[in-house]
């Protein structure tokens, strides 16, 4: 279905690229035999006598102000059929209600650390098969769990039902105590913070990029923020410090540096739950050891789910939750996984391999 319609849209595309190579010619054709027309006879009258040299040249420049003028007119009413349609499309898109809501009858949360609780979870997609197969696991309050699997084994999905990015389809997850489906989503998600593999710095300041998710936060609270994060060193060195402009989605910064800024805006928010969604698989050796150094520090007393398979960051967890086909194989430490879980070890180098 898919490929029925790439190949349609392609075929309209190329039609259009047809059109516009057929009528563009024929489009600046016309204006310039005006002008050599009015050159053509203009001419004959100023040889003829019944035009002066000025008015002759008057006139000329008179045509070239109208052509440009004109040519614009043709495109924007050209352009209109499109615009009108991307603004159809955009409408639909704002008037989409969201899928997932706060519930109607919420619940605050208690007084806690962070205890996450897999109950029986389960996730599919409409349609199709299911990802994750009754998932039961507790992630204390205050500890550590890596996420491993292959490509596909649902380690990604566990870990965004907890910000309820998805729902669980059957089963639950708890925070606290409570299920995540009944807790405000503002309260849901000030309480649950994600560093992702592709971070998003926007072109602002890194102190503002740093209490992005706290803008009522202090210095002190910014630069104790990128200390936990490791960042406050580079920071220091930048031309102008924290209030060095980052430029759009952080590009003057590197790879390990944008992570550590992304880090500290998670650290500020204090969150009960941090999830690190694979931040340290692009990174090269070095910068890998820097996001290390600054997870050892974040990590400590915080109940932290990362999704990894690199040797050096299982090694800082408590455990690690080896994930199949949406179901938990095992769990233990990662050097006791290695010895008792032949597939755990196939995975890890497969993984190795394509990073």
Not at 73 to 88: D, E
Not at 89 to 98: G, N, S, W
Not at 117 to 138: I, M, Q, T
Not at 168 to 180: H, I, K, P, Q, R
């Amino acid at each position: 279905r898919l490929e029925t319609t790439a190949t349609e849209i392609y075929d309209e595309s190329m039609t259009l690229v047809r059109l516009r190579s057929q009528f563009a010619p024929l489009f600046e054709l016309i204006p310039s035999m005006a002008i050599v027309s009015v050159l053509w006879l203009g001419g004959i009258r100023v040889v003829d006598g019944d035009l002066t040299i000025g008015e002759f040249v008057a006139f000329t420049q008179y045509l070239t102000v109208l052509v440009f003028p004109l040519r614009i007119t043709g495109w924007f009413f050209a352009q209109l059929p499109r615009a009108g349609a991307a603004a159809t499309r955009i409408q639909v898109l704002l008037a989409e209600a969201p899928e997932i809501t706060s519930s109607a009858h919420p619940r605050r949360l208690p007084e806690g650390n962070g205890e996450v609780h897999f109950a029986a979870a389960g996730f599919s997609y409409p349609g199709g098969p299911p990802v994750l197969n009754g998932v039961d696991l507790v992630i204390p309050a205050g500890t550590s769990a890596a996420l491993v699997g292959a490509t596909g084994s649902g380690k990604t999905t566990l870990a965004h039902l907890i910000p309820r990015f998805y729902d669980a389809t059957s089963g639950s997850v708890l925070l606290d105590g409570v299920d995540v489906r009944d807790v405000p989503l503002d309260d849901l998600r000030r309480e649950v913070a994600l560093v992702f593999q592709e971070t998003f710095l926007f072109s602002a300041s890194v102190r503002e990029n740093i209490a992005f998710g706290n803008p009522a936060a202090t210095d002190d609270q910014v630069r104790l923020a990128a200390r936990l994060a490791q960042a406050h060193g580079f920071i220091c060195e930048l031309p102008e410090a924290y209030d060095t402009v980052v430029g759009e989605r952080g590009y003057s910064l590197s790879g390990g540096q944008r992570q550590r800024v992304a880090l500290a805006r998670a650290v500020l928010r204090d969150p009960r739950v941090l999830v690190l969604d694979d931040a340290t698989s692009s990174v090269d050796a070095i910068v890998e050891a820097e996001m290390l150094a600054a997870l050892e520090h974040v990590m400590e007393g915080r109940t932290t789910i990362i999704i990894a398979h690199r040797t050096s960051t299982l090694s800082l967890v408590d455990r690690v939750v080896f994930l199949d086909e949406g179901e938990i194989v095992a769990v233990g430490a990662h050097e006791e996984l290695l010895r008792t879980v032949p597939r755990y070890a196939e995975v890890l180098a497969q993984e190795e391999v394509l990073s």
